[in-house]
């Protein structure tokens, strides 16, 4: 069956649309890698690819693309509203279907390595991929930016985990790493108390006791006058929408609170919304295969 | 444009090994032709097969597999829970992707000629293929089964439209036919009283005043002791599948019986397993454009 990782890479270069084009070549037209979108933020002076692919087809054009960027984007001369460090600044990897956590971290892997060797370019593996604790986090990794790295680096804490023990002088360093999709999911209460909504975001969320995959917060929605529990999900496999939704709806009937609606922002991976369908409809030895358009 | 056409031909074994895969055999390995599905069920005494093609090359793997089924498969000694009233029983055709009913309606005309002219099979159609209203049902075409058939065809209103007038001795009738996509669902339920199950199937069909696009009967799971609500879904953009699980979860309480589980046989398009999640997940302009794999 088909493997097919995601990568979302972020780039310093949101102004000069030779270098956005060159990176953006870097995954055109190659077999097994599809870029599916991309855009560029002047303020941010930042770029954001989306592409899909074989994992192996998508490593060797992530790796060209961060050739790419180290080589035509120069830190030392580069201002943006956006925090960063690397001329290819975070580099995450996504298993989508029929691969693992484990596959996205054998490619983060091999891409570190690659580029350390090839362009001379540092990398810090972050989040699922992260050798020590304090390196899951990507603001960790980023606090002190591009500027601030050469001296921070100089602690052996910071030694990177591919490449030389300083910043490339003008790419700066590089953070890849595997994570699991994320899933922006709202739930729309019948209520105009935000307070319920905030109540009920503690509740579900991680850091109070909630579930393990899921960040909320209570929001206003304040043109239709409701409240709504905002929330990441940021590993469906462990953590089902299913089950946030009915836990949400559990806790707001507390209240004498209904839930109205709910959102997905974004996309979704297929795998998280057929969870919903083979729960609710009590489904028995479901597989993915059975969906008619994975088949072709 | 490539056109897709799918059938899910439908044949009277499910007990031995080496008839279904003989029948296998005619879709694998052909070009033009890719066999996505086949199980056998032993209660039903009845396997069913998915496979999309090319039409015409969809066409000529059918016409074999019906030879297959035709040489191997002897009616008079076939007993199992389905109606019957072929060795092929019935060869539906679905248009999938660049083509249409009309394509569709072609090749299994030209399956019907071709099964007649080369096995000797009476061949009825059904369905959007149809020669007259009493033949669009398959239950009307099927009514009587295979002990029932050869009298039946004495009424110069069952004379086949293609073959001779009377059975095959050991292959019966078959039934072909254009038809949209269907959704095999069956429900099954916490009790071992098969007339629970057949009561609440005459409720949700048509036939009895159910929904319009429901096809259902009950039948006995032996090896699990359970009694099943076993369905076809005609039309699921007109009638879903959550509508239908639920009036008969509704159905069975009044009976103090539970749903224990359900199952999908086959392939299901996607939109009609996303349709559920939307449902109960409460979901606000939701778009099968945000499930990640219809992106690429």
């Not at 909504?197 to 409701?226: C, D, P, Q, T």
């Not at 469906?236 to 299913?242: E, L, M, P, W």
């Not at 939704?245 to 991976?269: C, D, H, K």
Request: with cysteine; hydrophobic share 40%.
């Amino acid at each position: 069956m088909e493997q097919i990782l995601e990568t979302v890479p972020n780039f310093s270069e949101g102004r000069d649309p030779e270098v956005i084009e060159a990176i953006a070549d870097c995954f055109r037209g190659k077999p097994g890698v599809k870029l599916l979108d991309y855009s560029a933020d002047k303020d941010h002076h930042r770029s954001v690819f989306t592409a899909v692919g074989e994992p192996d087809a998508l490593r060797d054009a992530v790796i060209k693309a961060i050739g790419v960027a180290v080589a035509r984007i120069d830190l030392t001369r580069h201002q943006g509203q956006h925090p960063r460090m690397g001329a290819a600044d975070v580099v995450p990897f996504i298993p989508i279907r029929n691969c693992s956590l484990e596959d996205a971290d054998r490619v983060a892997k091999e891409v570190g390595d690659a580029v350390a060797r090839r362009f001379g370019q540092p990398v810090f593996l972050y989040e699922r991929s992260a050798t020590k604790p304090n390196r899951e986090n990507l603001s960790d990794i980023r606090k002190g930016g591009f500027e601030g790295m050469a001296e921070k680096m100089k602690d052996p804490a910071w030694t990177p985990d591919f490449g030389p023990a300083t910043i490339h002088p003008t790419g700066g360093v590089t953070a890849v790493g595997a994570r699991m999709p994320l899933i922006a999911f709202n739930v729309n209460l019948g209520t105009d108390k935000l307070e319920i909504a905030s109540a009920i975001a503690k509740k579900v969320r991680h850091s109070n006791g909630g579930f393990r995959y899921v960040k909320a917060m209570g929001v206003m929605l304040e043109e239709r006058r409701l409240a709504q529990v905002s929330m990441n999900l940021t590993d469906y496999t462990q953590t089902s929408v299913y089950r946030v939704f009915e836990t949400v709806r559990m806790e707001a009937e507390r209240y004498g609170v209904s839930v109205v609606g709910s959102e997905l922002i974004g996309l979704s991976p297929l795998k998280a919304l057929m969870d919903c369908a083979e729960h609710y409809l009590r489904l028995e030895h479901f597989s993915l295969e059975q969906v008619l358009e994975t088949r072709y």
